[in-house]
C-alpha cells in the first residue's frame, strides 16, 4: 500500500474542515493566503477525483461561513470568488478532457474577474493603506540622511509603484495560488498511482503567437495614450510580461540542455540573470516574446507531430 493511502481519509476530511472555514482565515497574513492556496488544491483534486459531493460541501459551507461572519457583501463574494471558482474552473475542464492551454486561459479569466472585483471592491481601503506608510516615511525623511534617507526614499517610491500596479499583483496573485495547487494536485495523485492529465514538457512551453498583437497595442497605449489608459496599460504589460519571461526561461532551458550544460552551469547562468533584476527579467520576457512568434523550437510542429 503507497505511503498516501494511510493518510488520504484524514487529508480528505482536513481539506473539507478547511475549504469550509478558510473564509475567516483569509484576513490573516500569510495565514489567509496559504490556507487559500490549499483550499485550491483540494478544490482541483476533488474534481479531478470526480468527487462532486465534497466540492458542493466546500463551495456551499464556505460560502455560508463567509456570509455569516461578514455579511452580504461585494468582497465576501470576491475574496470568495477568486479562489473557489478558478479552481473549480481548473480542475473541471481538465478532468473532462480539455488541453492544459484551453484550460488555464479559462482559469486566468476567472481569477482575473475575481481579483478584479476585490480591488474594486476595497480600492481606497487599500490606498488608504499605502498613503498612511508613505506618509509614515514622509514624516521621518527630513530627519534621515546618508543610508536611512536613501531607504526612506526607496520605499516611498516603491509603494507607489505597487498602487499603481497593485490590479495586476492581485490577479497574479490568485493565478499563483491556483497553479500552485494544480502542481502539488498533480504530484499528489501521481504519488498514489492515480491517473492525473499531464502538462507538457516546460522544454516545450510557450506563449501563443496571437497574443503578440494586443502585447504590441498595449505598448502603444503605454507610450501615447492620458495617463489613465496608461496605468491600465501598465497593468496589464506587467501581467503579461512576467508569462513572457516564464516562457522566455524555457526557451533558455531548452537550449541549455542542447548544450548539454552541467548543472552546476546552469545554476551560475540563471544567478547572473537573477543578479541582473529587473533587466534580467526584461531579457526574458523578451526572449519569449521573439519565441511566440519565431517558435525557435518548432513547438507547434512536435505538437501536431
Not at 482559469?107 to 498612511?132: C, H, N, P, R, V
Not at 532551458?253 to 529587473?278: N, P, Q, V
Request: proline residues 4%; aromatic residues 16%.
Amino acid at each position: 500500500m503507497p505511503e498516501f493511502d494511510k493518510y488520504d481519509k484524514g487529508l480528505t476530511f482536513f481539506g473539507l474542515f478547511l475549504g469550509v472555514t478558510f473564509p475567516v482565515l483569509s484576513g490573516i497574513p500569510f495565514v489567509g493566503y496559504l490556507a487559500e492556496t490549499v483550499v485550491c488544491f483540494f478544490l482541483i483534486l476533488y474534481t479531478l477525483r470526480r468527487q462532486g459531493l465534497y466540492a458542493l460541501i466546500t463551495i456551499v459551507g464556505s460560502l455560508a461561513i463567509a456570509i455569516g461572519s461578514f455579511g452580504i457583501e461585494l468582497i465576501v463574494f470576491a475574496l470568495w470568488g477568486k479562489v473557489v471558482v478558478p479552481a473549480l474552473v481548473l480542475g473541471w475542464l481538465m478532468s473532462s478532457g480539455a488541453r492544459f492551454r484551453n484550460a488555464f486561459m479559462a482559469t486566468l479569466i476567472a481569477a482575473s474577474a475575481g481579483s478584479l472585483i476585490l480591488f474594486l471592491a476595497e480600492k481606497e481601503l487599500f490606498y488608504a493603506a499605502f498613503d498612511q506608510a508613505q506618509n509614515w516615511f514622509q514624516t521621518g525623511l527630513p530627519e534621515a540622511n546618508g543610508e536611512s534617507r536613501e531607504l526612506a526614499e526607496m520605499m516611498i517610491g516603491m509603494m507607489e509603484i505597487i498602487k499603481r500596479l497593485m490590479p495586476s499583483m492581485l490577479i497574479l496573485s490568485a493565478v499563483m495560488q491556483i497553479f500552485v495547487g494544480w502542481l502539488v494536485a498533480v504530484f499528489y495523485l501521481n504519488a498514489r498511482g492515480e491517473y492525473v492529465p499531464q502538462l507538457v514538457s516546460f522544454y516545450h512551453w510557450k506563449m501563443p503567437d496571437y497574443l503578440i498583437y494586443p502585447t504590441g497595442g498595449l505598448l502603444l497605449l503605454r507610450l501615447a495614450a492620458p495617463e489613465p489608459f496608461k496605468i491600465v496599460a501598465d497593468n496589464a504589460l506587467l501581467f503579461m510580461g512576467l508569462f513572457y519571461a516564464l516562457f522566455g526561461f524555457s526557451l533558455l532551458e531548452y537550449y541549455l540542455k542542447k548544450l548539454r550544460l552541467s548543472i552546476f552551469m546552469r545554476m551560475i547562468f540563471y544567478i547572473a540573470i537573477l543578479l541582473l533584476h529587473i533587466p534580467g527579467l526584461i531579457l526574458a520576457a523578451l526572449a519569449g516574446f521573439f519565441d511566440s512568434y519565431f517558435d525557435f523550437r518548432k513547438v507547434r510542429a512536435k505538437l501536431i507531430g
